[in-house]
């Protein structure tokens, strides 16, 4: 990440009615001060919540969200 850049994650709109997932926060919001942290490893996570009463799996690259950077 650049300074004076965000990231944005967002849920992919088809998540609860094809997958029953939905991203807990609505969106995440990732400060720059993310990037080059020891305690995260540069790796990006999103907490997902399975709103239905089946198990959901899902396959090794299941696209979930979207990511958006921008400059403020």
Not at 17 to 31: A, C, E, H, P, T
Not at 38 to 43: A, C, I, K, R, S
Request: glycine share 10%.
């Amino acid at each position: 990440m650049q300074s004076g850049e965000v990231l944005y994650l967002y849920d992919r709109s088809s998540n609860p009615r094809k997958k029953g997932l939905v991203l807990i926060n609505s969106v995440g919001v990732i400060d720059g001060d993310y990037y080059g942290n020891p305690g995260n490893e540069g790796h990006i996570f999103a907490q997902m919540q399975n709103i239905t009463d089946q198990e959901v799996v899902l396959k090794w690259v299941t696209a979930l969200c979207r990511l958006f950077s921008h400059h403020f």
